[in-house]
């Protein structure tokens, strides 16, 4: 079992920056990919950044590619999102997932932890 915690949300105003954070426990998550997915409300969840185990590859979704950067600390067992240019549909609820495989894959279905998220409110 893996619990992953996500801390690092907030409001901030449209062009701002946040950093979310994930830390998992329970067992060592080095060997698979991690993603972060979120959801606005009455919104599907949508993917929008995965990296693999080394930490060598990332995925983005095209609407935060260029703004949002993913990375992870295999040492200490998390993993961030960098979040700049923050726009008011970025809006949405934050969750961190732990993937089955170890390439940075953005198929919700491959990933079997998942985190409870983290709100994010961007104002305009």
């Known amino acids: 079992q893996v619990q992953l915690v996500e801390s690092g949300g907030g409001l901030v105003q449209a062009g701002g920056s946040l950093r979310l954070s994930c830390a998992a426990s329970?067992?060592?998550?080095?060997?698979?990919?991690m993603g972060w997915f979120r959801q606005a409300p009455g919104k599907e969840r949508e993917f929008v950044a995965a990296?693999?185990?080394?930490?060598?590859?990332?995925n983005y979704a095209d609407s935060v590619k260029g703004r949002f950067t993913i990375s992870r600390d295999n040492a200490k067992n998390t993993v961030h999102l960098q979040m700049n240019s923050l726009k008011p549909e970025d809006t949405a609820v934050y969750s961190c997932?732990?993937?089955?495989?170890?390439?940075?894959?953005?198929?919700?279905?491959?990933?079997?932890?998942w985190g409870r998220g983290t709100q994010v409110t961007v104002s305009s």
């Open positions: 990296i693999n185990w080394s930490g060598y590859s990332t």
């Open positions: 997932a732990t993937a089955r495989v170890s390439r940075a894959t953005a198929n919700s279905q491959q990933y079997d932890y």
């Open positions: 329970g067992r060592s998550v080095f060997e698979n990919a």
